[in-house]
């Protein structure tokens, strides 16, 4: 398996944009995850998906993020608009999780998001 | 709440020194815990995951971690470190389906 895919590994994009971030989590997972890390935050969690439903997304910090998991292989977070302060890296994890097998979280390259 | 504590954010030491990273978490249930790390540039990947058994759980690199339940830790212990082992360290765990990290421990070794 290639691993956690992320799409685009760099982003540069103007105030105001929508931005698109793309991850394929690896095959056979159930849980997706996605991260935001900054110098000043940390590693946050933004949203995670068991089986494609979202689980807990009190980390989403404003209407302006979405996500959305339309099926097992594919998950999506936009940002509409884009704000500078947005800027940050963007990781998606995917995991096993059950009653009988399970595994740790696999990480993305991430996406580093600039928004000028 | 769910919640993980790292006690130190900045570690600074010489190569050979031994390594403690203190990791606390907040969770009632049965969890699962991990040791991520994080190298200038790159993603995280991980060091070692405890899920059950044997409570001192041996990683990658020479890292290990002991699960003291009754204090509900997880500390990272390396006997000798050495400058490659310069990055960032997270703890992390799972109760039911989240996974939820601590703030980070940035080492750095000097050689």
């Known amino acids: 398996d290639a691993g956690v895919i992320q799409s685009p590994r760099h982003e540069v994009t103007e105030m105001g944009q929508e931005v698109t971030l793309r991850c394929k989590p690896i095959s056979g997972h159930n849980s997706l995850f996605w991260y935001r890390q900054t110098m000043m935050r940390g590693l946050e969690l933004l949203i995670y998906?068991?089986?494609?439903?979202?689980?807990?997304d009190s980390g989403m910090p404003e209407d302006r993020f979405s996500a959305k998991m339309p099926n097992a292989s594919f998950s999506t977070l936009k940002i509409q608009p884009s704000e500078p302060r947005d800027s940050a890296v963007y990781f998606c994890?995917?995991?096993?999780?059950?009653?009988?097998?399970?595994?740790?979280?696999?990480f993305g390259q991430g996406t580093r998001l600039t928004v000028v | 709440a769910q919640s993980v504590s790292q006690h130190n954010h900045h570690v600074i030491l010489s190569e050979a020194a031994s390594l403690e990273l203190g990791c606390n978490y907040s969770y009632g249930g049965t969890v699962n815990l991990f040791w991520y790390v994080q190298y200038p540039g790159q993603h995280l990947q991980l060091l070692l995951k405890?899920?059950?058994?044997?409570?001192l759980v041996k990683g990658i690199k020479g890292f290990e971690a002991e699960f003291i339940k009754s204090k509900f830790s997880f500390n990272l212990r390396k006997p000798s470190v050495q400058w490659s082992d310069t990055a960032e360290y997270f703890c992390a765990f799972t109760g039911f389906q989240k996974l939820v990290f601590g703030t980070g421990t940035r080492l750095l070794v000097s050689p």
């Open positions: 405890y899920f059950s058994g044997d409570p």
């Open positions: 998906f068991n089986n494609n439903v979202p689980i807990d």
């Open positions: 994890a995917s995991s096993l999780q059950g009653q009988g097998a399970r595994t740790e979280a696999f």
